[in-house]
């Protein structure tokens, strides 16, 4: 069964610190993966995507995901937050074929503190 | 037009009540979904449309439970006899289906909350 772990529920840096957010998959082969980002009383914004190639993807707003087939994993990164990047975090997972829908994570509510 | 545009933004309504939440997907989006967030939870999937057609309805959480999309544009999603734990932001979504694995454009959501 697919499933997409978001291991830290809420995660606190101070701007301009460095960032990791995790995301591990479960899925029958390589799927299309994803990270949005939803800021408050907001839609989902696609902050980037992976499908095939390079496997250090860059996205809008400076964030970066870097995926690893070996570790089932789609981690997003960025070098320096910034205050407003404070927002809730979706790694997401897709099939390549078949149902085109996405599986979300539950998410990883970001901090940022000045 | 530009973007998902969902109605109402919030919704309150009495215990037992029939509400209907309206998407309007992005034009030319053949593909259109339901999602249901609940309060610290992530995204529950409910159902896609492909054109004016669910091949997946796996997600709805009960009978209660039912969508339609007509003219392969608006979608409506409607709740009959609403309980509490309804209580949800419902965001839709459309996509570009002919690209598979294209990400979702996502409307802002329906806030409702069942009282």
């Known amino acids: 069964a697919q499933s997409v772990t978001q291991p830290d529920i809420h995660i606190t840096v101070s701007e301009g610190a460095s960032l990791e957010l995790r995301c591990n998959y479960s899925y029958g082969a390589t799927p299309y993966l994803f990270w949005y980002v939803q800021s408050p009383g907001q839609g989902l914004q696609l902050l980037l995507k992976?499908?095939?190639?390079?496997?250090l993807v860059q996205g809008i707003k400076g964030f970066e995901a870097e995926f690893k087939r070996s570790q089932s994993s789609f981690n997003l990164r960025k070098p320096s937050v910034h205050w407003s990047d404070a927002a809730e975090y979706f790694c997401a997972v897709g099939p390549r074929t078949g149902a085109n829908n996405l599986f979300f994570g539950t998410g990883t509510r970001l901090t940022v503190i000045p | 037009g530009a973007g998902v545009s969902q109605s109402p933004s919030n919704k309150v309504t009495e215990k037992g009540k029939d509400v209907e939440l309206r998407c309007d997907p992005i034009?030319?989006?053949?593909?259109l979904y339901w999602y249901r967030q609940s309060l610290g939870q992530g995204l529950e999937f409910l159902i896609y449309?492909?054109?004016?057609?669910?091949?997946?309805k796996s997600g709805l959480p009960s009978d209660r439970f039912s969508a339609e999309r007509t003219g392969g544009s608006v979608s409506t999603l409607t709740i009959q006899r609403t309980q509490q734990e309804d209580s949800a932001v419902y965001l839709c979504?459309?996509?570009?289906?002919?690209?598979?694995?294209?990400?979702?454009?996502f409307g802002s959501g329906t806030r409702l909350t069942v009282v």
């Open positions: 034009s030319g989006h053949t593909a």
């Open positions: 449309f492909q054109g004016n057609s669910a091949p997946d």
């Open positions: 992976y499908f095939s190639g390079d496997t």
């Open positions: 979504a459309s996509s570009l289906v002919v690209s598979q694995g294209d990400g979702y454009t």
